[in-house]
């Protein structure tokens, strides 16, 4: 199940990295995203409306990311330089999400 296997990956990405949200990381996409996907999937909501969801969360996550200033990875080094940027790490979680919907629409 593909939200069980996100869910999974994200937890694994938060034991690996020590990330929670707002520690401007990728974490901040990937979290809502699963969350989206699986709360979409229990509404009976299609995998491509579900999918849909999950990559609107991650881009919302990305957005959120832009005042924070970095707490973990390579972009706490800038301290609060970081603030006022979109985050690299959840940008491109959020695209691979963009990826993996505009994929299952082109399949489906």
Known sequence: DWAAALAAGVAG??????????DKTMVDALLPASQALSAGL????SFDEALAAAEAAANAGVQATIPLVARKGRASYLGERSAGHQDPGATSSWLLMKAAREAFAEGS
């Open 42 to 45: 229990a509404d009976g909501s």
């Open 13 to 22: 990405v938060q034991a690996r990295g020590k990330a929670v949200l707002e």
